[in-house]
């Protein structure tokens, strides 16, 4: 029953590097969405899909990438890191089409930039 | 301009009381769907409570209530007979019909005092 598996849980990397999350789900869901936490600031959206090949931005999107070549996953990459990066970064999925379906979450990933 | 709006920070209620989380939103879309989430200290994302914007009625799952205002556009969260392990972080999120996107309020924290 996995659901929304994120991996790693804890990063630390210095800045300058480059990473990707990674963000797999085994619901066949068709949306996907990665989102930050930072104290005070709530859950902003980085980039979202709608589907394999679709991905569109959100609201913070700069400093990220992402692609969706299969509907299970949606990796995250940092280009170059900086401790503006630092936060909690979520993944999501949900169904599209039905409003009435929440989205399942993934546990998070705390990443820090040195 | 904000889609949601959470304006309280931080609050407090009395084991067994009941407390509401306030929440508005901001759309011009006809139907969309709104949700409460917890998160405990722990970190996860839990999925509480829906309401669809064509809804009669208030939603309600166990002790979570929502107050929904639809010509206030408000959906606040009762959270009954509260109970220590009910101090969490909430958010109140909203989907539109058109756009896929989910939009999070700043959340709001939570403590039952004992």
């Known amino acids: 029953n996995a659901g929304v598996t994120q991996t790693p849980k804890f990063q630390v990397l210095k800045t300058g590097q480059s990473m990707t999350l990674q963000c797999a789900q085994d619901m066949n869901h068709e949306y996907m969405s990665w989102y930050r936490q930072d104290p005070g600031m709530g859950l902003r959206l980085i980039h979202y899909?709608?589907?394999?090949?679709?991905?569109d931005q959100g609201e913070v999107p700069n400093g990220y990438n992402v692609s969706r070549s299969t509907t299970e996953d949606f990796p995250l990459r940092l280009l170059s890191a900086a401790p503006s990066q630092t936060s909690v970064y979520f993944c999501?999925?949900?169904?599209?089409?039905?409003?009435?379906?929440?989205?399942?979450f993934g546990d998070g990933t705390r990443l820090s930039i040195l | 301009a904000q889609k949601i709006t959470q304006t309280q920070p931080g609050m407090f209620v009395q084991e067994k009381e009941a407390v509401t989380l306030d929440c508005t939103y901001d759309?011009?879309?006809?139907?969309?769907?709104l949700f409460w989430y917890k998160q405990p200290s722990s970190g996860e994302m839990i999925f509480l409570i829906y309401?669809?914007?064509?809804?009669?009625q208030n939603a309600t799952e166990g002790r979570y209530s929502l107050n929904f205002q639809k010509a206030r556009k408000s959906a606040n969260l009762v959270i009954s007979a509260s109970q220590l392990g009910d101090s969490a972080m909430y958010f109140c999120?909203?989907?539109?019909?058109?756009?896929?996107?989910?939009?999070f309020g700043t959340g709001t924290s939570l403590t039952v005092i004992p």
């Open positions: 999501a999925s949900s169904t599209r089409g039905d409003l009435g379906q929440p989205q399942h």
């Open positions: 899909s709608v589907g394999a090949g679709i991905t």
């Open positions: 759309t011009s879309d006809p139907s969309y769907g």
């Open positions: 309401q669809g914007s064509y809804d009669q």
């Open positions: 999120a909203m989907r539109e019909w058109t756009g896929n996107q989910f939009y």
